[in-house]
Structures are given as structure tokens and as C-alpha cells.
């Protein structure tokens, strides 16, 4: 009998201690093996490129390019490519954006060594690989009234401490067009102050610091 196929899989990562750590717990296994590791988001579409990998595990967060552009630029190349994301950060719209951007997994930094082998394995046969508690969430986040581009733009800077005034000068629009984008925000969010808003916007992963 021949033996199964090892699958081949690309890490990225910005930490080089979570790479290793990663590395080690992958290349115990007889039918997996760790072909290539990326440090952002840029490195990891060129490094797909050459090596296309069976599966991808992609952090979120990263200098020069984060991972929902990279899966977004990955997918959009190839259909096939099959990617899980492992971050720290379990707000719903970090996991709606990375799903939404191609990705067929979604794994938190916190889970066991043998919850991420059976991701692999799972999204390597084609399947989704998404826990329970993700699922909520990600169910939970369909309800929400969706920001626009606009609003997110307001919404970020809100969390950064500006002004009205200031926001107006940043994005080059009025006073009062701000005030009306943050009460939509307000209303959409179910926040009653900017300072709410800002709170709520980093706990689900909308803005960030």
C-alpha cells in the first residue's frame, strides 16, 4: 500500500516563537509537514505562490499586510486555496471578515495542540472547520446592522480619541456630516456614547487601537 500524502502546510505569523511552536506541533505528525512560514501578509501571498500549500494557517493582525487582505488576494487567485485563521482575536467581525474573505477555518491561539491537527486535517478533506463558540459568535454578528465604509472610517478615528472637528478635517467632510455618521453609528451599535461605541467597537473587532 502506498502511503497517505503528507499535507503540506504555510505558516504566518509575525511572532517567530508562535511559528516554532506551531512548526513543532505540526512536524510530529507522520502526515503533516510545515513547507514554508511567512512573517505578514505580503510574504504570505508571494510564499503561496511558489509553494502552494495544501492548507494555510494565517494570523490576523500583522505589519505591512494583515490577514484578511492576504486571504482575500490569495483566494482571489486561487479558488482552491485552502486557508484557517489562528489569532488571539475572537470579536465577531475579525471572524465574519476573515470567512468572508475566503478563509475555511477559524482557530484562537488558545486551542489545544489536537484541535488544531483536526483543523487542518478537516479543511485539508474540503470541509469547514469552525468550534462552537465561533459559530455563535458568527451567528450573533449576522443580526447586526452593517457599518458603512464611512461609518467605519468615523468609528475608527472615534476610537483614537479625535474630535468631531478633527474627523471632519481627516476625512475632509462637515461637522455636521460627522455628527449624523456617529448617530447611525450610536443607533447601529445600541451604544449611547461615543465612549460605548469605542468599547464595543474593539471588543468586536470593528476598530482597533
Excluded: W
Excluded at 42 to 49: I, S
Excluded at 149 to 170: D, T, Y
Amino acid at each position: 500500500m502506498s502511503q497517505p500524502a503528507t499535507i503540506q502546510v504555510l505558516l504566518v505569523d509575525d511572532h517567530a516563537i508562535v511559528q516554532q511552536g506551531l512548526a513543532a506541533i505540526i512536524n510530529e505528525e507522520s502526515d503533516m509537514t510545515v513547507i514554508g512560514q511567512a512573517k505578514n501578509g505580503v510574504e504570505a501571498v508571494q510564499l503561496f505562490r511558489q509553494v502552494q500549500p495544501d492548507v494555510t494557517l494565517m494570523d490576523l493582525r500583522m505589519p505591512q499586510m494583515g490577514g484578511v487582505e492576504a486571504i482575500t488576494a490569495i483566494c482571489t487567485e486561487f479558488n482552491t486555496a485552502r486557508i484557517i485563521v489562528l489569532t488571539t482575536y475572537d470579536g465577531d467581525e475579525d471572524i465574519y471578515r476573515g470567512l468572508r474573505a475566503g478563509s475555511k477555518g477559524y482557530l484562537l491561539k488558545d486551542c489545544k495542540p489536537h484541535e488544531l491537527r483536526t483543523a487542518i486535517r478537516t479543511v485539508h478533506e474540503g470541509l469547514q472547520y469552525i468550534p462552537p463558540h465561533v459559530g455563535a459568535k458568527l451567528a450573533q454578528r449576522m443580526t447586526h446592522p452593517e457599518l458603512t465604509e464611512r461609518e467605519l472610517e468615523v468609528l475608527q478615528l472615534v476610537a483614537q480619541g479625535m474630535s468631531n472637528l478633527e474627523i471632519g478635517a481627516a476625512l475632509s467632510i462637515t461637522e455636521s456630516t460627522v455628527k449624523s455618521n456617529i448617530n447611525r453609528i450610536l443607533s447601529k451599535l445600541g451604544a449611547k456614547d461615543r465612549t460605548q461605541a469605542t468599547i464595543i467597537a474593539l471588543k468586536r473587532g470593528i476598530a482597533s487601537l
